[in-house]
């Protein structure tokens, strides 16, 4: 009897650790050149916020498009199309503004930055909320590379539209400064 009991409940334990388990998805795009593709962590509700925050970024940094997703407690934030040295992505989050403070203290001490895509909550919660375009577009080869990266989130956040996209075209520069 008590040996079914601890089996039960080292079933029922492992089973709760892998329905609270969540998906990542990193930011690493080549380990052995150290290429890494942006991504961003905001822990903040307000839209606005964060995209006055992309924007700096984009004009201080020569950023291209950032894709936004809005999430329970605030928005995640991917440029695809920005192939960089983890150094300057480091660099990049500590510039941000209002980019959540654990996002930016782990930077310092892993070599890649890893966003959830699913299994935190019971319900899918990351949802695509739009684009700000930036002020540079990529190289044919960041093009390549960022549609990869692009195309495996929308296959770990959305099975059934990855069966449906298309790839994008290819993104042209924008003048940030116009919308200032």
Not at 90 to 97: C, E, H, K, L, T
Request: proline residues 5%; glycine residues 4%.
């Amino acid at each position: 009897m008590f040996r079914q009991l601890k089996c039960f409940l080292k079933f029922r334990k492992q089973e709760m650790l892998l329905q609270s388990a969540a998906i990542g998805m990193n930011s690493s795009v080549d380990i052995a050149r150290d290429r890494h593709i942006v991504m961003l962590d905001y822990d903040v509700k307000d839209r606005d916020v964060v995209v006055r925050s992309i924007e700096e970024l984009q004009r201080f940094w020569n950023l291209s498009d950032a894709y936004v997703f809005s999430t329970k407690n605030g928005f995640h934030v991917m440029l695809w199309y920005d192939i960089i040295p983890y150094s300057r992505l480091v660099m990049i989050i500590n510039y941000a503004a209002d980019v959540d403070p654990m996002f930016k203290r782990i930077s310092q001490f892993y070599l890649h930055k890893t966003l959830r895509v699913e299994g935190k909550h019971p319900y899918r919660d990351i949802k695509f909320s739009g684009i700000v375009r930036g002020v540079r577009a990529p190289t044919g080869e960041e093009w390549e590379i960022g549609e990869l990266k692009r195309k495996e989130h929308l296959m770990l956040v959305d099975p059934q539209g990855f069966a449906k996209d298309k790839p994008m075209p290819f993104p042209q520069p924008q003048d940030v400064s116009a919308r200032a």
